[in-house]
């Protein structure tokens, strides 16, 4: 145990907490009952406080990063907490197998991936992580072990997929992964001009294309333009693998934000600038290409700890998704109060979630339009901005996303997430984290 | 003649870490369930090679990490030998089994690599107070590991032998000399091993990892330590290219260069 300075990835605080390392599984019940409470920490990429425990226990399982198990013949891999999505695709998309659904970051842990039951581009088509999960298996703080699967402890399993971390201590987790040719994708990137044009591209594209995803420009014109891409698996026998695709060790390559600007180096004054150089850039390679599966799924994780680029005060992300219904305007309505504001990003995501019900009671994706904006965070001003986004979303019906949020109001969280009275039967009642006791009382 | 017969690097991963030196076909671990021994075999499977023997003192260890390896790398050979570490007989044995005449270690010739990387963790507080835990300091992590590299080259003809030194054996600090005089004794063993094999194709390779986050560091403050599959990347490199010394991360090389040439006088003043 050690007393250590624990940031989130939207890095807005930066508090003292108990480390308790998860040396083995076997050992998780004796190590949870002397710490308790506390929460699982994985890879900070939360951007909020779904994974900080100001000043109480965070228990750290990455150290059990071991496979347990693979079936060539059905994919079904069998895995520790702590192993990384990073390592099992580079691990097994040599073998013709990778995750059906991958975030935006392979730097992230598998239990973390379903304890916030992560999506990624193709929604539409493969729904959310816990889509693939076959069985997990929980320790709580009380000793109980619990195995639970989409036909064993079915309910277990859906508090626990998109649980937060709070239904127990994920110790292993057994997926189902995806037959893929190889490595390789076949993406296209378009642009488009208008809101309705991304509608109707997005909507054309889903037919075809298995991952949809799109970046749109906020600054430029109160946002309307961006860039789509989709793209497809392809087999590619002949190429060689880019530098640091192989996975273990491969931790170096790629720049680094090497320390704290004093201010944000995503400001007024360089953020149009940004958007514009970028759509620019994107623009120059409009078109077919066939590409590695990492800058299409991980484009930012090419440039190590971007988060530090937002500054000492770090940064809110705002990620929402709105009924399909009201999407347009709900979109062009938030769009609108962030370029009243001043306030942009430069990160800016548009794309469609598909129609499947998640599995697990406090999972995000619903059926709708996802928009997904950074802002610096500038104090009162930034979260005024927010307060107002937030009124969108609730007068939309819709939700935000609980892996990134550090401040929505409990409001809110309930009318977009209905089910949390009946999740809270499940909490262990030795765990809480800033969230749960923000959220869900305790 | 300048003939152009490099080739660039081939497919496949062995190419994307810089590929120094030779690959080895067949690696042997001892004491393989160290987090950093545990992130070399891996990079060396991944790399290419086809057989791990991993040696250990604890069979549910040895084989979790065999598992985790057999899923990674479907192809390789992965066995586990659970032994004692320490007696010399055991030692003998073992070694006369993997590399003596006749065994598949002997036939891989230079394609052979042995790291030798078991040590104790104890703390100097701790074997500063009994004379029982020192002894036991200097013989789990500056004896055996110096038998082992000793039975080794007795035993091989071909290849690469490797141990895990560390910084702390450049200078006695106050703070771990005892576990810095274990590895001050390894690393005499090697350069007498270096001097004795110099002009032989059995290479011996003295690695220093520099303090390093893994399960045993996992309670210490974490600031400064370097990721385990960083140090071992650069341990693999420098194992692979027959290096007399191989520090990881390189820093270190420099910092202990200053520590060591510390006037005395200066130096027993100074606190860390």
Same mark, same amino acid.
């Given at each position: 145990?050690s007393?250590?300075?624990v940031s ?10 108990e ?10 019940p004796?190590?949870?009952a002397?710490?308790?409470p ?7 990429r939360?951007?909020?406080d779904?994974?900080?425990n ?9 150290g059990l ?17 702590g ?14 197998w ?7 970051t ?27 999960v ?5 320790v709580r703080?009380d000793g109980?072990?619990?195995v639970?699967?989409?036909?064993e402890?079915r309910?277990?399993f859906?508090?626990?997929?998109g ?14 992964l ?5 490595p390789?994708?076949?993406a296209?990137n ?12 997005s909507?054309?594209?889903?037919a075809?294309f298995?991952?949809?995803v799109?970046w749109?420009d ?6 309307r333009?961006g860039?789509?891409?989709?793209a ?5 026998p002949?190429?060689?693998l880019?530098?640091g695709?192989?996975g ?16 944000s180096?995503?400001n ?5 600038a ?11 390679s ?9 800058p ?6 090419a440039i ?29 309505e938030?769009l609108?109060l962030?370029a ?12 469609t979630?598909?129609?499947?019900t998640p599995i697990?009671m ?11 904006i950074?802002?610096p965070n500038? @104090?009162?001003?930034? =979260? &005024?901005?927010?307060? +107002? ?5 609730? #007068? !939309? *019906? @819709?939700?935000?996303? =609980? &892996?990134?949020?550090? +401040?929505?109001p409990?409001?809110?969280? #309930? !009318? *977009?997430?209905p089910r949390?009275?009946?999740f809270?039967k499940?909490k ?14 305790s | 003649?300048?003939?152009?017969v ?15 030196g030779?690959?080895?076909t067949d690696?042997v671990?001892v004491?393989a369930?160290?987090a950093?021994?545990?992130q070399?075999?891996?990079l060396w499977?991944e ?21 985790d ?10 066995t586990t030998?659970?032994?004692d570490?320490v007696?010399p007989?055991?030692i ?8 003596g ?8 010739g ?11 963790m ?6 500063q107070?009994?004379l029982?835990a020192?002894?036991?300091v200097?013989?789990?992590t ?6 082992w590299i000793e039975?080794c080259?007795?035993?091989m003809?071909?290849g690469t ?6 910084p ?7 703070k771990?000399?005892?576990y810095?005089a ?6 005499a063993m ?5 001097h004795r ?5 059995l290479?011996?390779?003295l690695?220093?990892p520099?303090p390093?986050a ?6 210490m403050?974490?600031k ?7 140090v071992?990347g650069?341990?693999?490199a420098?194992?692979n290219?027959g290096r ?7 820093k ?21």
């Open positions: 145990m007393r250590q300075r989130s990835w939207g890095r807005l605080s930066d508090d003292e907490h480390i308790v390392p998860i040396t083995s599984a076997s050992a998780a004796e190590i949870l002397a710490t308790a506390g929460v699982a920490r994985g890879m900070e939360s951007y909020g779904v994974a900080l100001r000043g109480g226990t965070l228990w750290d399982a990455r990063n071991r496979f347990l198990g693979f079936d060539a013949e059905t994919g079904i891999l069998t895995c520790e907490p192993v990384l999505l990073r390592d099992i695709q580079a691990t097994f998309s040599r073998q013709g990778m995750l059906a659904v991958t975030p935006g392979s730097v992230v842990t598998v239990a973390g991936a379903v304890a916030n039951d992560v999506h990624g581009k193709n929604h539409s088509t493969r729904g959310t992580f816990a889509d693939h076959v069985s997990l298996t929980l703080t109980t072990v619990i639970c699967g989409p036909s402890n309910d277990w859906e508090a626990t997929c649980g937060l971390g709070l239904t127990g201590l994920i110790v292993s987790v057994t997926l189902r995806k037959r893929v040719p190889g390789w994708l076949l296209e378009i642009a488009y001009q208008s809101l309705p044009e991304f509608f109707s591209l909507d054309e594209s889903e075809e298995e991952h949809v799109s749109i906020i600054t430029t014109d109160g946002g333009r860039i789509l891409s989709r497809n698996s392809t087999p590619s002949h190429r060689s880019p530098r695709a192989a273990v060790g491969a931790t170096r390559g790629g720049p680094t934000v090497p320390f704290v600007p004093p201010f180096l995503v007024k004054v360089t953020l149009p940004l958007n514009r150089a970028y759509y620019r850039l994107q623009h120059r409009l078109g077919s290409a066939v590409v590695h599966y990492k299409f799924f991980y484009p930012l994780d190590q700890e971007w988060n530090r680029a937002y500054g000492p005060n770090g940064f809110f992300q705002h990620q929402c998704v709105l009924p399909r219904s009201v999407g347009l305007e709900a979109v062009s938030i609108g962030v009243a504001s001043g306030q942009g990003s430069f990160l800016g995501v548009l794309k979630l598909g129609s499947r697990g406090l999972s995000y994706p619903q059926e709708g339009v996802n928009l997904t950074d802002f500038l @104090g009162a001003s930034t =979260l &005024a901005l927010l307060s +107002r986004l937030d009124d969108v979303v609730a #007068q !939309a *019906g @819709g939700r935000l996303y =609980l &892996a990134k949020d550090a +401040r929505m409990v409001s809110l969280f #309930q !009318a *977009g997430y949390y009275a009946e809270l499940y262990d009642p030795g765990m809480s984290s800033e969230m749960s006791r923000r959220l869900l009382g | 003649m300048s003939a152009a490099s080739k660039g690097s081939s497919s496949g991963s062995a190419g994307a870490r810089g590929n120094s030779a690959w080895p690696v671990v004491g369930t160290s950093i021994a545990e070399c075999t891996r499977l790399g290419g090679a086809s057989t791990a023997l991993l040696i250990g003192r604890s069979a549910s260890k040895l084989d979790a990490i065999a598992t390896l057999g899923v990674r790398f479907p192809a390789a050979t992965v030998l659970v032994a570490l007696s007989s055991s003998s044995t073992v070694v006369a089994g993997f590399a005449p006749g065994t598949p270690g002997a036939a891989a230079a394609g052979l690599t042995v790291l030798v990387a078991h040590g104790s104890t703390e100097q507080e701790e074997s107070a009994s029982a020192a002894a036991s200097l013989e789990v500056g004896v055996s590991p110096s038998l039975a080259a007795d035993t003809s071909a032998i490797a141990v895990l030194g560390s702390a054996g450049d200078r006695g600090r106050r771990n000399y005892i810095g274990a590895k001050a004794l390894i690393e090697t350069e007498g091993l270096q094999l110099a002009g032989s194709p290479r011996v390779v690695v220093k520099g390093t893994t399960p045993m560091t996992a309670s403050p974490q400064g330590l370097a990721d385990v599959s960083a071992a650069e341990i693999v420098g194992v290219a007399a010394v191989v520090y990881a991360p390189l270190w090389m420099l910092i202990m260069g200053v520590v060591r040439n510390i006037p005395s006088p200066v130096f027993n003043k100074l606190n860390f």
